[in-house]
């Protein structure tokens, strides 16, 4: 199975596209989380089981992990372990923004997709398809490339014009039409800029696209449903962290989502 | 003492401007050291006490320690306490290509400037300088940002024009014009594009380049001695992992080189 179809699979059984972002992140985990020896395992695993009825998908960002070194990375893998027993058909995808030259991906292939083993994966477009192939070539597992990103300064590059389009239009066309030979790839565009959603939706067919910055950063649902939705009322994994995993009740805050996305499908 | 004033003094401290890129690849480490529990790091111990006296820095390339996960990092970081104890003075580089949201970069900047105490970190530049902003205020660090990148696809997306110039060169105005406030900022430009390297050397007056790609990828250190120093007759940080690290004789390998590099100052 594509990790593409496991994603829809997963939506479809659960009725929902929410991905949660397990953003673990030491300084704001609750108090009585601090005190175990493995506090972003614990604390991973209570929320699994708050919101995994609700989510089709958790998403990790690695910084939260790496920069507690070996420790971090250690509870990352025991967090992925325990989804594979647990809740193997949830979708999993390793928030690491990654981009080097071929021979280098490889060990980030490694550590991703084999010893971790997420079913996808967040790549810089920078240096280009070539570069990527390690990632790109594994059929099995998704790549979910940078397109327009959801921070406010996303656009000092992002739209600079080229022949007439924003460079993220063109990174969306270039991962449409040239680079989805093996149909594993992905684009990140961000909640915040919902008219930008609009355009990648039509650029870009029923491609599946990660949007954050629900919450937090300020994104609204209706406006990503409204614009993102694909042809089969789905295409879409979107993501809250902080939202939901620091709330008061994680569990009804996934669950309030879920049902806001499901209001608009 | 800046990142860049450290560089400089211990390249005119042993007369290099070599650049030694420990990328320990477990199947390409020679036979004696795979038998080590820490292989990684063995091999690093032993190719830093070859070539210590010849190289101005040493680089390491993440993906090489990640794909070990978290018995990698150790030794990574297993090395790096090594160097700090018998050789502080020699810059280092993580070759991480870090690039996330604000929030989310102080992840990485605990991890490699914090926990492993590196000197400079690459970093990619789609998301902007308002993301970059936990790298860039750290005036202490590095921020090598990429620009021109060395592998053969490179052009994909870096060749693009927009008003009038690609994008590699809007990447080396925008770091050299707006970004450097914190004079901390430096650009990777590939050996393998030497009319590049002149370029963002016009671009950027005396800024540092980071410039891999001599050696097993094809660049050449005639070239990029001709179209890289700047006024100092400095301003280059000439990096090569294979064809040192993996050379017969690691420290001889190290020494031609850095005596090549000389032979154009």
Not at 124 to 147: M, N, T, W
């Amino acid at each position: 199975m594509s990790a593409i179809d496991k994603f829809d699979e997963r939506a479809e059984a659960v009725k929902s596209l929410l991905c949660v972002g397990l953003d673990s992140d030491m300084e704001k985990l609750p108090e009585r989380f601090q005190k175990y020896e493995q506090p972003q395992f614990n604390f991973n695993r209570w929320i699994i089981e708050q919101t995994h009825e609700h989510t089709a998908s958790y998403k990790f960002n690695m910084a939260f992990y790496e920069a507690r070194g070996p420790e971090g990375l250690k509870e990352l893998q025991l967090t992925l372990d325990y989804l594979q027993q647990r809740h193997p058909d949830i979708f999993t995808i390793c928030d690491a923004k990654r981009g080097d030259i071929d021979n280098t991906n490889r060990g980030y292939v490694e550590e991703i997709f084999d010893w971790l083993g997420f079913d996808a994966v967040t790549l810089h477009p920078y240096l280009g398809q070539e570069a990527l192939q390690p990632f790109l070539s594994r059929a099995d597992k998704g790549c979910i490339v940078l397109c327009r990103t959801s921070n406010p300064g996303a656009g000092e590059f992002q739209d600079l014009m080229a022949g007439g389009l924003p460079l993220w239009q063109i990174v969306a066309k270039r991962v449409h039409e040239a680079w989805n030979t093996n149909h594993n790839c992905m684009l990140v565009v961000g909640a915040t800029y919902p008219e930008e959603i609009k355009k990648v939706r039509e650029i870009t067919g029923d491609m599946t696209l990660l949007v954050p910055g629900i919450g937090a950063q300020g994104g609204s649902v209706a406006e990503v449903m409204q614009t993102g939705l694909n042809s089969q009322r789905s295409g879409l994994i979107i993501h809250s962290a902080r939202g939901i995993i620091f709330a008061e009740n994680p569990a009804e805050e996934a669950k309030r989502l879920k049902e806001d996305i499901n209001g608009y499908r």
